[in-house]
């Protein structure tokens, strides 16, 4: 872990100082910041670069002939094919490189279910890290210029630097181009920068990461899960429980060093966060969680669809078909159909429900305990199928759960580490209730440190992620899509 944390450190330094000693020459800045992030994304494989710049050239010229083909007064034929054209050749790649082995051993199977004995014509194909983020940045792009909701295309230095632009490149904020543009144009005073803030959301987000979720996953959760059967039914739920705050802290780890990092920079990310488990209902949780994803699925998928404007049948098929294919975005694997399937199922069930809650002639407060419990049990209880390696897998993990079976005996657990892992996984819950207005104070507190206190701080959360996280760290789970 000490390797490839100080090649970071260094590989951010430089990119910290190219930023600003480069930033009044923009067009040399924008090349060089562009190169910078090519060569952090080779770091991981060298050959998939290639892969990144073919995205940035087809979706540049996408882009400029979906403008140069649809006029002001509205689209037209040729600019809806420049952009039905661009969408099909990034779903393309995307479908190669993710879900290739999946269809095809999945139709193989079929067909072989009706007597015949094919062997499916598998390709060795690597997973490039980070393809489903940049492609839906860049589809984003291409829409938005067709929209019109971008004047006209970035050139081409500007949108090679957006859609590869190192922070965000291999795990998100899905970040659109409308958020960037401006910023890329402009030029900010490096002493405007919030570096206290900036500091502080990396610190947070590596305590997060090397603290929280990788304990979590190394005493409790992988050793569990991956064996369900060998393991009580108390055991079993308490790390079901414990995942939905790995998936937590792990993604909005991630996410708060990668917002960091671009604000010292000098670009804000939008939130990609705002306490999940807090929500009251399926549809809140997904205003919260991955928002930047869910403002992507209602934008461009749930709203084209005609989202709730064909009455309630269509509005149920809208909901289920965007969160079908934003489960499919997550992996290639029926679990994650499933699962995107159960979130628009429930979704479908709350908004067929509407107003019969405020019926029921309730205190307003035990309603929303009762529909946050509702929704906070069903969103871990879906987490099983996120987790699970196979469907027969996830429904083991039910098994064990619900039959309250006693661990065999020849397979002793540490039960110590088992309730700390309760305990922080209650602590975790519990700070999504955190008042809103006391986060923005610690903020602001944070904001008027002097450097030398703010060192303090930072020194202070740094030996605590380092004394208390486990030995190793695992690798981000969403590294993986």
Known sequence: MLFPTVAFATFFCVAFLANWLLRPHHRLWRLVMTLLSLFFYGWWDYRFVALLALAIVLNHLSAQAVHRWTPGRGPSIAGQAALVAGITANLAILAVFKYYGFFVTSATNMVNRTGLNLAPPLLEVTLPIGISFYTFQAISYIIDVHRGTLRRPMVFLDFAFYLSFFPQLVAG??????????????????????????????????????????????????????LPSQHSGLEVTAAVYAYSIQIYADFSGYTDMAIGCALLLGFRFPQNFNAPYRAQSVSDFWRRWHMSLSR?????????????RGGKWLTYRNLLLTMLLGGLWHGAAFTFIVWGLAHGLMMSLERAMGEWWKSLGVMPWAIATFRWLITFNFVTMAWVLFRAESLAHALEIYQVMFSFAAAPASVPFVQQLTVVAVVLTLAAVGSHFVPPTATRWWRWEISRLNPAMLAVLLAVTLTAADALGPQGVAPFIYFQF
């Open 296 to 308: 992507w699925l209602r934008d461009y998928l749930y709203l084209p669809l005609g989202g709730n």
């Open 173 to 226: 904020p899905i970040v659109r181009a409308t958020e960037m543009v401006d910023q890329i144009r402009r030029r900010p005073d490096p002493r405007s920068i919030p570096a206290s803030e900036a500091l502080w959301l990396i610190t947070l987000g590596l305590f997060k990461k090397v603290v929280i979720s990788s304990y979590l996953a190394k005493q409790l959760v992988d050793p569990v899960l991956g």
